[in-house]
């Protein structure tokens, strides 16, 4: 069974940055998606970024031109980095790792964007 391990959360304020790194347990490439997903207080789980094995990374609309998903391959590791914080963004952050019948979520991480 696969794992997912994730890092870098933490309490910025607005307009801060943050990395968050999630890191598989096998090569990233036995899956056909990775991605970050996202839940807030009271909300829904949303997918904030995606990226396929092959091919370019997808954002909700929300995060464009703020976040930005990494891919280290030697690493087995990918990371978001999110700049210029915004309260909204406030919710916990869960790696996902996906395709081939199977589908692998991170344990999440806490991002709370606060003055």
């Known amino acids: 069974q696969a794992q997912l391990l994730e890092s870098g959360g933490g309490l910025v304020q607005p307009g801060g940055s943050l990395r968050l790194s999630c890191t598989t347990s096998e090569n990233m490439f036995g899956f056909e998606v990775l991605a970050w997903y996202r839940q807030a207080p009271g909300k829904e789980r949303e997918l904030v970024a995606s990226?396929?094995?092959?091919?370019?990374?997808n954002y909700v609309d929300s995060v464009k031109g703020r976040f930005t998903l990494i891919r280290d391959n030697a690493k087995n590791t990918i990371s978001l980095q999110m700049n210029d914080l915004k309260p909204e963004d406030t919710a916990i952050y869960y790696c996902?790792?996906?395709?081939?019948?199977?589908?692998?979520w991170g344990q999440g991480t806490q991002v709370t964007v606060s003055s």
């Open positions: 990226r396929p094995r092959f091919g370019s990374p």
């Open positions: 996902n790792a996906g395709g081939g019948g199977r589908e692998v």
